[in-house]
């Protein structure tokens, strides 16, 4: 406080010349239109702002709001320089020179906007400024009025001369351009994409050296008053080359060891020469299959990319560069190079990393991985994963947390295509895999329980289209063992014969189907939709009956879990403004247990709370339904799981400075059983006490996303508790304090 009222009573333009005046930022952007019910067109005003965007001293948010305490000047106007010592080190560290408002220099930022406004066909409008100043007359801030005019709306649109195959493939495709078309307004942005879209398509069918820029409009306002007559042409100084057809020659791709030399090695392929530096391994069709050249064919830009694409999702290359020469001996012929360098086939990798789950665990991990990228010469990976970590739960109630420690190994062996039959729908725009799988876990919870996991399965992910990703396990079989138990856990166990049901040693052998559709319709919305079905021991409870077993059914003298399970997500993401979002999202989940098994496995039930999920509540502290665990009995967070699940979140995110992000958000969700369970009253779904079962809170959110990474804080604030609480109402939180649940996380929730 002595701070503020200091720096408050000492002058920040003491120092400032006669002329001198202090920049304090934009005091508003006024956009007027003719029409005061028409709005301006969409991202004027962004462009607007982007030109006068000239951040004052001590910005908060550019160029309007300041921070209240400008330390740097200050610092300019009332401290001296000595030229060493320690004031010359914090003089040097915290001044700040003034912004004056000859540097931001608003009368050229008016014909900037001015410029804007005609390349948004706004002929007409106008910009001008004028600085608002208070009481201090060196300072002021600016205040820019922007009349639009009337838009100006293209009325025709004359094309090529159709008089040959270029100018004929140019009118096709502008004669197809949604803009294009007479009543648009006239943008000039828009018809520089218009060349770009114009220039791609061309170069597809053969004009190599065809660019954007050879294609210019002229535009007439006079012929038509209020609108733009325009006309498509040529440049004059087109070079002759851009205008010939070419077609694809000669094919050479070269393989290079990535310690270099070798001995040659000349391979003819339906695609091309291939000149191989032995030794090295590589597939015979290997490199073929990723060449969509065609000797002979009509030379294609696309072709260029894909083939570069192609390449490089095998993973095997350091580098890979295609070059187009002009043949010598035939006209207008291009021979395609295509120069490869195998990369080194082992990678070893060390990752510290810090982990956030979905039940509201955080902790740090260190993963271990060795990777051969090219196994037998066909693109295949090979990989050897040791994961530890170490984790502890988030939340305010934590008088049930306790910490654990996870050591894993993986290995994996992933082949780039799918080793299944044809009848399969994939698209070649992306690589689809085939992955082999076998890991084993230790899992220890001190005081309670050590716990092995062994698994193994068979995996296909491919994609459909664009927008679908699939995900078929064929096969996956999961050993589960308890290798010990302390006297409390089996306390707990022998209280509830449910929980101890999914928690004995069992083989679960399953088969799962997932479906994700995750489509950007345009700037504003996306949507994404997951939705996963998986079945466990149907298979081997069928072999088992059709050779006449009867009752429980084992493998291997275990008994093998027997259970149906599916879940579904749907995320929605709505742009309102700027870089303000809203997200809302519906989960819903069920699984069933059956034939072989009384509950379904502990693993695969459901439970909600923690950082993604109802964050005004940690992990497994509700439900299932209106159930609520005895105060008296210790860790009864066991109990908390069940067989459906129902979520709704909704949260709004917006921008605060800099990486800085914000977030309010309300969430609702629940489990319950399936069954009646009576050592668990009140958990079973029953539609009439639904709502009334469902946990409400809200709260509010801080990010720092710095793109590859975002850390979020969460500070949820419970509304409604599906149990009994005590207190009548719908809002039946006993204290405001016990309410309140802070979840630190890596990630957004959803």
């Not at 309670?448 to 996956?476: E, P």
């Not at 379904?600 to 005004?616: D, I, L, M, W």
């Not at 914000?662 to 709502?691: C, E, H, I, T, Y």
């Not at 039946?732 to 016990?738: A, C, H």
């Amino acid at each position: 406080m002595a701070l503020a009222i200091i720096l408050s009573g000492c002058s920040t333009t003491k120092r400032l010349g006669p002329d001198d005046i202090l920049y304090t930022g934009v005091k508003k952007i006024d956009i007027a239109t003719p029409d005061k019910q028409q709005q301006p067109a969409p991202g004027l005003a962004e462009d607007v702002k982007a030109a006068v965007n000239v951040k004052p001293n001590n910005a908060l948010i550019s160029p309007y709001v300041r921070w209240p305490f400008p330390l740097g000047l200050w610092v300019y106007n009332n401290w001296s320089n000595p030229p060493s010592g320690l004031r010359h080190w914090l003089y040097e560290k915290l001044v700040a020179e003034p912004v004056l408002i000859s540097d931001v220099r608003p009368e050229v930022r008016v014909k900037m906007i001015d410029e804007i406004l005609d390349n948004n066909g706004y002929f007409r409008g106008n910009a001008s400024y004028e600085l608002i100043q208070g009481k201090n007359k060196k300072k002021a801030r600016i205040l820019y009025h922007v009349n639009t005019g009337p838009e100006y709306l293209i009325d025709s649109i004359q094309l090529l001369p159709d008089t040959c195959h270029l100018y004929h493939i140019i009118d096709s495709v502008a004669s197809r351009n949604p803009y294009l078309q007479p009543g648009n307004r006239y943008c000039t942005d828009s018809l520089s994409a218009v060349r770009v879209r114009i220039a791609n398509a061309v170069r597809n069918r053969g004009y190599y050296f065809f660019k954007p820029d050879y294609i210019e409009y002229l535009a007439d306002s006079t012929i038509t008053p209020g609108a733009i007559a325009m006309r498509m042409t040529i440049a004059r100084n087109v070079p002759a080359p851009a205008l010939y057809r070419y077609r694809t020659g000669s094919i050479l791709t070269r393989v290079h060891r990535n310690q270099g030399g070798g001995t040659p090695d000349t391979i003819p392929t339906r695609r091309g020469t291939i000149v191989q530096m032995k030794p090295s391994r590589l597939r015979e069709n290997l490199l073929p299959s990723c060449i969509t050249f065609r000797k002979g064919r009509t030379f294609s830009v696309r072709d260029m990319n894909r083939t570069q694409t192609y390449l490089s999702r095998l993973g095997i290359f350091s580098g890979i560069d295609i070059n187009v020469v002009p043949d010598s001996t035939q006209s207008h012929t291009l021979n395609v190079e295509i120069d490869c360098t195998l990369d080194a086939p082992w990678e070893a990798a060390i990752e510290v990393n810090a982990t956030s789950k979905s039940n509201s665990y955080i902790g740090p991990g260190v993963d271990l991985r060795l990777t051969n990228h090219n196994t037998f010469g066909g693109g295949e990976q090979l990989s050897i994963d040791l994961v530890g970590t170490y984790e502890w739960q988030t939340g305010h109630d934590r008088s049930s947390v306790f910490n654990s420690y996870e050591i894993g190994l993986t290995s994996s062996l992933s082949f780039p295509r799918l080793l299944a039959p044809r009848f399969i729908p994939r698209t070649r725009r992306e690589l689809n895999w085939t992955r082999i799988t076998l890991g084993a876990d230790l899992l220890n919870r001190p005081h309670y329980f050590n716990m092995a996991q062994f698994n193994a399965s068979l995996t296909y992910d491919w994609r459909a289209t664009r927008h679908v990703t699939n995900s078929l396990t064929l096969f996956k079989i999961t050993y589960t063992k308890l290798m010990r138990t302390t006297a409390e856990f089996d306390s707990i166990m022998d209280a509830n014969q449910a929980i101890a049901q999914s928690f004995r040693s069992q083989f679960i052998p399953q088969m799962s189907f997932s479906y994700v559709y995750d489509r950007a319709f345009d700037r504003n919305n996306s949507l994404n939709w997951q939705f996963t079905v998986q079945e466990a021991g149907n298979i081997f409870w069928s072999i088992w009956r059709l050779c006449g077993k009867k009752g429980e059914k084992e493998l291997f003298h275990t008994p093998f879990s027997q259970f149906v399970k599916g879940s579904t997500q749907l995320v929605y993401n709505r742009r309102l403004w700027g870089d303000n979002w809203l997200v809302s999202r519906v989960a819903v989940g069920a699984a069933h247990a059956y034939g072989n098994s009384a509950q379904v496995p502990y693993s695969e039930q459901f439970y909600v709370g923690g950082a993604n999920s109802v964050r005004a509540f940690t992990v497994r502290s509700i439900g299932p339904g209106s159930y609520r665990v005895p105060q008296k009995q210790v860790n009864g967070y066991f109990d908390q799981t069940g067989t459906f699940k129902f979520e709704f979140n909704v949260e709004y995110r917006f921008p605060i400075f800099g990486p800085l992000h914000g977030a309010l958000f309300l969430d609702s969700g629940n489990v319950w059983l399936l069954r009646d369970d009576p050592d668990r009253p009140g958990g079973q779904l029953k539609a009439s006490s639904f709502l009334r079962d469902l946990a409400l809170g809200t709260g509010v959110g801080l990010r720092v996303d710095i793109g590859m990474l975002v850390v979020r804080g969460d500070l949820g604030i419970g509304i409604h508790a599906p149990y009994d609480t005590g207190k009548r109402g719908y809002y039946n939180m006993t204290k405001f304090k016990d309410s309140l649940a802070f979840h630190l996380a890596i990630g957004y929730p959803f």
